[in-house]
C-alpha cells in the first residue's frame, strides 16, 4: 500500500479556513446565479430544435445537459443537504451519465425545453432555501460550502462541454465575443523555454475548500530537472510540422497514436481545412477564418500534442512537471493556489471564463506568469499531459465514486489549465481533467517539455562545470 503522506500543505489560503458562513453563502450566491446565467445564455442562443439536436454522436443535445445540471444540483444540494423531497424521482435515470451514453441521449424521453428550463428553475429555488437554512458546519459535505461548490464547478464544467457542443454545430454563429487581448508579438516574448532546478514540490491541496477529491491529498514529489516552453505550442509552429508533413511520417508517432492517425485519417487540427492557395483556415463558432500564427493550438488530441513533441525532439510534460512549473516558488519552496500568486483569477491573470471565444495570443497574460517564468498555465487551452488518470498516494473517495474514481487507471490522459471555456471557479493549478488521448472536440492543446541536459541540470543545482 502506499503511504498517505503526512506533509502539511503550505498552499493554503488562511482567509479561507476562516471565512465566515455569511461569506460563504454570498460567495455561493454569486457563483450559482454566474453558471445560471452561462447556461441560459448557451441555451437561450438556438431553436428548441436545436436544443434537442445531436450535433455530434460524441455530444449530449444541449437540453440533456440542461436538465442533467438541474437533476445533480437536485440531488446534492436539495434531496441530500436540503433533506428535501425529490420533485421528479421519474426522470433520475434519464439524466445520470452512466446509463445512457451521450450517442443514445437524443433518443431518450427527455424534458422538453420549456420542461427542462422549468425544472433548473425550480431545483434552483430550492437549493437556495436549502442554503440558507443548512448550517455549514458539522458534516464534511457541507464544511465551507463544498458541496455547493461542487455543484458550482459541475454547471460550470457542462457549459464548457455545452461550448464544445456550440463548437460542433453547423450554421451561422450565435455566440459572441470581445477578442481577447493583444500579445507583444514573436519577436518580443523572449525565451522559448524555461529550467526548472531539480528538487521537491507540493503537488495536490489537503486544504483548498473546494479542490475535489482528484486533486487530494498534499504530497511532496521530487523531479529531476526539466525543461518546459514558457508559452503553449503555437498555430504557426504547428502549422510548419502539419506542413513538413508530420501526419505522414509514422516516427513521430506512437504506435496507437499511429493507428488512430490513420484511422480517424487526421491531417491537422480538428475545424481546420486549407484551400487552393495554401492557406490554412478555421472554422470557430461559425466564423471561417484564416488560422491565426500566434495563438495556442487547439483542437488536437494527445497523439497529435505528442507527435509534435516528437518532431521538435521533445516530450510531453508529465502531470507532476506541469504542476511544479505552474505552481512552485522556489524563493519560498511553497506551491500557489494559482500561478502568479493566492488571488483568484481576475481578467488580467488568464484567458478563462468564456470572455473571449477563443485562445488569447502568446503573452497576452503577463501579470499571470508562474514564479518560475512560465506563462498562461491557466486558461487558453486544456494542456495534454504525458500522464495517465491515476489518484494520487493517500487519495480518498469524496463524496462520490462516479467522479473520479470509477475512471482511475482507465484509457485517458491529464489534461491541466483550463481552457478560455473555463470558468475560474473550476479551474486552479491543481485541478485535474482528462479525457480519451483520442478526443479533440474539446479546448485542447500543449506545451513541450524535455529532460534537462548534464550541462543544464548542474547549472540550476549551482555545480560549476568548468566552463564560463
Ligand atoms: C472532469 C470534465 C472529465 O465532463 O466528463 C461532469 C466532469 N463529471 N459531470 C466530464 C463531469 C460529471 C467530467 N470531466
Ligand atoms: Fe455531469
Given at each position: 500500500m502506499t503511504e498517505v503522506p503526512t506533509v502539511t500543505d503550505p498552499a493554503a489560503p488562511d482567509g479561507d479556513a476562516t471565512e465566515s458562513e455569511a461569506a460563504v453563502r454570498d460567495r455561493v450566491v454569486r457563483l450559482l446565479e454566474r453558471s445560471r446565467t452561462r447556461s441560459i445564455a448557451l441555451t437561450d442562443a438556438v431553436d428548441e430544435a436545436d436544443l434537442v439536436a445531436q450535433h455530434s454522436p460524441l455530444m449530449s443535445p444541449l437540453v440533456w445537459d440542461l436538465a442533467h445540471i438541474g437533476s445533480q444540483e437536485e440531488l446534492w444540494l436539495v434531496r441530500d443537504v436540503g433533506g428535501r423531497e425529490p420533485l421528479r424521482p421519474e426522470i433520475d435515470g434519464l439524466y445520470d451519465a452512466f446509463q445512457h451514453s451521450r450517442a443514445s441521449?437524443?433518443?431518450?424521453p427527455l424534458l422538453t425545453p420549456p420542461e427542462a428550463r422549468a425544472y433548473v428553475a425550480e431545483v434552483r429555488d430550492k437549493a437556495l432555501d436549502a442554503l440558507g437554512s443548512t448550517p455549514l458546519r458539522g458534516r464534511r459535505l457541507v464544511e465551507h460550502g463544498f458541496a455547493f461548490g461542487m455543484i458550482v464547478q459541475h454547471e460550470q464544467q457542462h457549459d464548457e462541454t455545452m461550448l464544445a457542443t456550440h463548437q460542433l454545430r453547423a450554421g451561422a454563429p450565435v455566440l459572441h465575443a470581445e477578442p481577447p487581448p493583444p500579445g507583444p508579438g514573436p519577436a518580443r516574448l523572449g525565451a522559448r523555454e524555461v529550467l526548472v532546478p531539480a528538487g521537491p514540490f507540493v503537488q495536490g491541496t489537503s486544504t483548498e475548500p473546494w479542490a475535489l477529491d482528484n486533486e487530494r491529498p498534499a504530497h511532496t514529489v521530487d523531479l529531476p530537472a526539466f525543461v518546459i516552453d514558457t508559452y503553449p505550442v503555437t498555430n504557426a509552429e504547428y502549422t510548419a510540422f502539419v506542413e513538413a508533413g508530420g501526419y505522414d511520417d509514422?516516427?513521430?508517432?506512437?504506435a496507437r497514436g499511429w493507428a488512430h492517425r490513420v484511422e480517424a485519417d487526421l491531417r491537422a487540427p480538428q475545424f481546420w481545412e486549407r484551400d487552393a492557395s495554401g492557406t490554412w483556415w478555421r472554422r470557430r463558432f461559425g466564423v471561417v477564418e484564416p488560422v491565426p500564427a500566434d495563438e495556442p493550438v487547439v483542437h488536437v488530441c494527445f497523439h497529435e500534442a505528442a507527435a509534435y513533441a516528437a518532431w521538435v525532439g521533445k516530450r510531453l510534460p508529465t502531470e507532476a512537471e506541469w504542476e511544479k512549473a505552474a505552481r512552485h516558488d522556489p524563493a519560498t519552496g511553497r506551491s500557489r493556489r494559482y500561478p502568479w500568486g493566492d488571488e483568484e483569477p481576475g481578467a488580467g491573470h488568464a484567458n478563462l471564463g468564456q470572455r473571449h471565444l477563443q485562445p488569447a495570443p502568446l503573452?497576452?497574460?503577463?501579470?499571470?506568469?508562474?514564479?518560475?517564468?512560465?506563462?498562461?498555465?491557466?486558461?487558453d487551452v486544456w494542456e495534454w499531459c504525458d500522464s495517465g488518470w491515476e489518484p494520487y498516494p493517500g487519495f480518498e473517495m469524496f463524496p462520490y465514486p462516479e467522479y473520479s474514481q470509477v475512471f482511475f487507471g482507465g484509457d485517458y490522459k491529464v489534461l491541466r489549465g483550463g481552457s478560455f471555456g473555463t470558468d475560474p471557479s473550476a479551474v486552479r493549478a491543481t485541478f485535474r481533467n482528462w479525457d480519451h488521448p483520442i478526443r479533440r472536440q474539446i479546448f485542447s492543446g500543449f506545451r513541450c517539455a524535455r529532460d534537462a541536459s548534464a550541462a543544464e541540470a548542474a547549472e540550476s543545482s549551482g555545480v560549476p562545470t568548468g566552463g564560463r
Open positions: 441521449r437524443v433518443d431518450l509514422p516516427r513521430w508517432w506512437s503573452g497576452a497574460y503577463p501579470a499571470g506568469v508562474s514564479a518560475l517564468g512560465v506563462h498562461q498555465m491557466l486558461g
